[in-house]
């Protein structure tokens, strides 16, 4: 059973999973935490190169950036990586069943970050509207409120509907971690970065 499970491995996934796991040793509530993150390797990022990017050299390939935040990713003992396709989304009374091509897991809470060429998971609990705010048409999104399709299950990046920029989409899975930890908490609360031990 994993608290969280993150469905894609792109710019939307990878922020929600190292906002997640970045609390890890730093609050008590997020301490035995476990996170997933299901990425099937397909990533629009790898086809791509970045040049407002901020914090990134200029002009870096996709496929190094990929490797850049699995590389950041796996300092976290409490986010598990696994090369899979999710084939089906299932509510199975207060949690959530996934399946993949190869094993079923449970999950507390599910992020959706599929982006948007398409979503082939089969579920009722989704459903798939035409994505309004790209310049290519066909594209596709999930119908939600504020990044919230139901109860525990939210959509982050392309598949909610947000614009096609890897900045945009990477602050959203970040965005989505922070409303997992309010629900946790009961309150407002953010993953701050330390310099020097001290919260800033």
Do not use: R
């Not at 999973?17 to 970045?22: H, K, P």
């Not at 996170?35 to 040049?51: H, Q, R």
């Not at 190094?64 to 009374?93: A, H, I, P, R, W």
């Amino acid at each position: 059973m994993y608290d969280v499970i993150i469905i894609g491995g792109g710019a939307a996934g990878y922020g929600c999973a190292l906002t997640l796991a970045s609390v890890e040793n730093t609050q008590e509530w997020a301490k035995n935490k476990k996170y997933l993150m299901i990425d099937n390797g397909k990533s629009d990022i790898l086809n791509a190169s970045f040049f407002n990017l901020a914090g990134v050299p200029f002009g870096i390939g996709g496929d190094e950036l990929y490797k850049n935040m699995q590389t950041q990713l796996s300092n976290f003992k409490s986010c598990e990586t696994k090369n899979d396709t999710v084939v089906k989304l299932e509510k199975n009374g207060e949690n959530f069943t996934v399946t993949t091509e190869n094993k079923t897991l449970e999950a507390e809470i599910v992020v959706i970050a599929t982006g948007m060429h398409k979503f082939e998971i089969e579920s009722t609990l989704t459903n798939t509207i035409i994505h309004n705010d790209v310049m290519k048409p066909g594209k596709i999104a999930l119908e939600n409120n504020n990044n919230k399709i139901g109860t525990n299950l939210y959509v982050a990046g392309l598949a909610s509907g947000a614009k096609t920029m890897f900045a945009i989409a990477n602050g959203e899975g970040a965005k989505v971690a922070c409303e997992i930890f309010k629900l946790w908490t009961g309150k407002s609360a953010v993953a701050h970065d330390v310099i020097k031990d001290k919260k800033i």
